[in-house]
């Protein structure tokens, strides 16, 4: 299974960049990189995924460390509706089991 | 319609009785997922289905039992449950299960009370 250390919680002000940080060092060469989000009361919803190069879409942006053994997801404008739970996990090749970590509560200040 | 419904939101039943959780998604997505999150847990996967058929029990005690009657619908019938038990039933899917590459869709979850 998957296995990623993400810091517990870290905080932010609104309109500012947050660059949550994520380490996968068991990542296998084919596994995809995913993040999701859990906003309170809600189930995970699915942010970006990658595999080797950075991505982005119109949510955040993905970082992949040209070793892989890390990642970063940057959200470029932190609104409060980005308070949640954010969860960077990897799956492929012989596991294509997402499993979740504790992930990185993000708080966001006005 | 990127939506997984799940119904019903909340659901509070008793040791002996026998009740179902549902799910479905009309996007046509070939793989569906049950997981259980307690609170301030991630979740944990429980099944996975692919195309109908079940691909992955992740060593589910038998009072859970999943079923996929067609492609847009999963079910969990629980019977017996123990008061431990109790927590947030999530239902996902996605294109595939393959390759670790597609996202998953969750649905909002069943809030699950064993009394």
């Known amino acids: 299974d998957a296995k990623t250390t993400q810091p517990n919680s870290m905080e932010s002000n609104e309109e500012e960049p947050v660059h949550l940080p994520c380490n996968h060092s068991t990542i296998s060469g084919t596994d995809y990189i995913h993040w999701y989000r859990q906003l309170p009361s809600q189930g995970p919803e699915y942010v970006i995924h990658?595999?080797?190069s950075n991505v982005n879409n119109r949510m955040a942006s993905l970082a992949i460390a040209e070793d892989r053994k890390s990642s970063t997801l940057i959200l470029h404008r932190a609104t409060l509706r980005d308070a949640a739970v954010y969860y960077c996990?990897?799956?492929?090749?012989?596991?294509?089991?997402?499993?979740f970590g504790k992930g990185t509560l993000l708080t966001v200040n006005p | 319609d990127t939506e997984v419904t799940q119904t019903p939101k909340h659901l509070v039943m008793g040791m002996t009785n026998k009740k179902s959780l549902k799910c479905e998604q009309h996007m046509g997505h070939r793989a569906m997922y049950w997981y259980k999150q307690k609170a301030k847990k991630p979740p944990e996967l429980m099944f996975v289905y692919s195309y109908e058929k079940l691909s992955i029990n992740e060593s589910v005690p038998s009072r859970f039992s999943p079923e996929c009657p067609n492609s847009s619908l999963l079910n969990l019938h629980l019977h017996a449950l123990q008061p431990e038990d109790s927590a947030l039933y999530l239902c996902?899917?996605?294109?595939?299960?393959?390759?670790?590459?597609?996202?998953?869709?969750f649905g909002p979850g069943t809030r699950l009370t064993v009394t």
């Open positions: 990658g595999l080797t």
């Open positions: 996990t990897h799956s492929g090749g012989s596991n294509y089991k997402l499993t």
């Open positions: 996902a899917s996605s294109q595939a299960w393959v390759a670790g590459s597609y996202e998953q869709y």
